[in-house]
């Protein structure tokens, strides 16, 4: 099976980019595409840090951006770093422009009908990007879904997807030599769920993020033992506090989001249940 990384990047809340890759997708046969997944892409500072992600996991980058400096700028990274680059939309409004003798609206977003449930969606967006990597931990009680793991078990782009379907998203890393905050174990209103990994993936991924940073590929964050303690370390935790697990050694974004969603409704279920 073939597999590749899928870098989807939007100034807006991507849905339209994200069907246009499923239907792409979809026209092959095993096929495993690996999604990065990056909504309201609108400054420089989120672009750079979205590159040391693509840097770090190579692949085909799609993108829908109406910025037109910002758009040069990821076109500029990818070539310089060789990686395919695709507009999405560009030859279907290349042909209407044609054909209309109009010119394309430029401002990210105006497809979108302003209802509430976009406004939802962006404030899920802003809340989560707000919450990322420990920040905030004093508002989690505010959040619909934590997510708890050890450095590179994928929970921000978990995070972002979780956002951009509407769910207030905060993580927090999880590292033995320095405990999370206490009011982890108290929340009330968010479910907190753990993500974990097998130790070679995890491995490999830290020695990716490493060499993208031009960092030494050997020090203890890849070590194998300290490793497998970080993770002893975590499932720990999880189990304590009875918290649901989801193992991200061989699930997209996609579908790991998808399985805390169901997570996340049966609770709902099971309280709307209990309530009655």
Request: charged share 25%; proline share 5%; with cysteine.
């Amino acid at each position: 099976m073939a597999r590749i990384h899928l870098h989807l990047l939007s100034d807006s809340t991507g849905e339209t980019l994200e069907n246009i890759a499923k239907a792409a997708i979809g026209l092959f046969e095993n096929v495993e595409a690996i999604r990065h997944f990056w909504p309201m892409v609108r400054s420089d500072v989120h672009l750079d840090r979205i590159m040391e992600e693509i840097a770090a996991n190579p692949g085909l980058v799609l993108f829908t951006l109406t910025n037109h400096p910002l758009r040069k700028r990821l076109e500029t990274r990818c070539r310089a770093l060789g990686l395919p680059h695709v507009a999405a939309l560009d030859s279907v409004a290349d042909a209407l422009s044609n054909i209309l003798g109009q010119e394309t609206r430029t401002r990210p977003g105006r497809k979108h009908i302003l209802d509430e449930a976009y406004f939802a969606r962006i404030e899920a967006i802003q809340f989560t990007i707000a919450h990322d990597d420990g920040v905030g931990h004093e508002n989690w009680e505010e959040a619909d879904i934590v997510l708890a793991g050890v450095s590179r078990a994928s929970k921000t782009p978990t995070s972002i997807y979780l956002a951009n379907r509407g769910y207030k998203t905060a993580n927090i890393p999880l590292v033995p030599e320095s405990p999370p905050p206490r009011n982890l174990y108290g929340l009330k209103h968010p479910m907190v769920v753990g993500l974990t990994v097998s130790p070679e993936r995890l491995i490999q991924i830290r020695r990716n993020r490493l060499l993208s940073l031009n960092q030494a590929p050997e020090t203890a964050y890849v070590d194998n033992e300290k490793v497998q303690e970080e993770l002893a370390f975590a499932r720990r935790m999880f189990a304590d506090n009875g918290w649901p697990v989801i193992d991200m050694t061989r699930r997209s974004i996609e579908e790991a989001a998808a399985a805390i969603i169901n997570l996340f409704n049966d609770r709902e279920l099971a309280e709307g249940g209990q309530g009655a």
